[in-house]
């Protein structure tokens, strides 16, 4: 029987860092090909931390990108991101799967204000907007760019060619997958959340799973499950 391609669209050192994180036993089962859809760029902003109550990362790119941490405390979405920035010193007071579960724990935690948004170009939603309209004045600062990457001949006649697992980790991936594929019809498509499904609504692909909870690991186990069926198919 033909492998499945697994085919992983982070950028290029979070494709390397998932495939890692995969047990052994399941790689052997796929024949993985990397195709970067976002290549991350720093733009060099500077970062004042003076007088500010504490700082917000909402993913691992705005750690990376950011200073060395202080004695302000620091507020995650996912694990992940929680991780590094205990890595790079930061004092992580608490992190949630996502966007929408940790602003409503930063207002019932009612932190020292002004708060400082470390992100990227692009995200979905202005969370400093919200929490400044929450009473909790948050500013922003952007330090890295996500550049949009083509889907490579290798990942398009992966695709073309037979079954294929794609893990999406958001909408604007999803939604880039959806424009760029040549061929989805034998693709299943590992969603991290159901809004990353939803920009595949008018995609036909063989199905779509959606991780139980938006976090690295369960989606790991989704992609467990994948691997599963279709060795059973």
Not at 20 to 37: E, F, I, W, Y
Not at 80 to 101: E, I, L, M, N
Not at 134 to 148: E, F, I, K, M, N
Request: hydrophobic letters at 45%; a positive charge; aromatic letters at 4%.
């Amino acid at each position: 029987m033909t492998k499945p391609a697994l085919i992983l669209t982070r950028p290029a050192p979070a494709c390397a860092a998932f495939a890692a994180s995969l047990p052994d036993a399941l790689l052997s089962r796929v024949r993985v090909v990397t195709s970067p859809l976002l290549h991350i760029l720093p733009t060099a902003a500077p970062v004042d931390l003076g007088g500010i109550g504490g700082v917000i990362f909402t993913s691992a790119n705005g750690v990376a990108h950011g200073p060395e941490g202080g004695t302000v405390p620091a507020y995650c979405v996912g694990e992940a991101t929680a991780q590094a920035a205990a890595s790079k010193g930061w004092q992580v007071a608490f992190h949630a799967p996502d966007a929408a579960r940790l602003l409503p724990m930063i207002k019932a935690h009612r932190p020292a204000t002004p708060l400082l948004h470390l992100r990227g170009t692009h995200q979905r939603g202005d969370i400093a907007e919200r929490l400044t309209q929450a009473g909790l004045p948050t500013r922003a600062v952007v330090l890295y760019d996500q550049r949009a990457l083509p889907l490579t001949r290798d990942a398009q006649a992966a695709l073309a060619d037979g079954p294929s697992i794609v893990p999406l980790f958001s909408p604007r991936t999803a939604a880039q997958f959806a424009d760029q594929a040549c061929e989805t019809r034998r693709a299943t498509i590992i969603a991290l959340s159901p809004a990353v499904a939803e920009a595949l609504a008018r995609t036909v692909v063989q199905q779509i799973l959606i991780a139980p909870e938006p976090t690295a690991t369960s989606l790991r186990f989704t992609l467990e499950t994948a691997v599963d069926w279709n060795r059973l198919a």
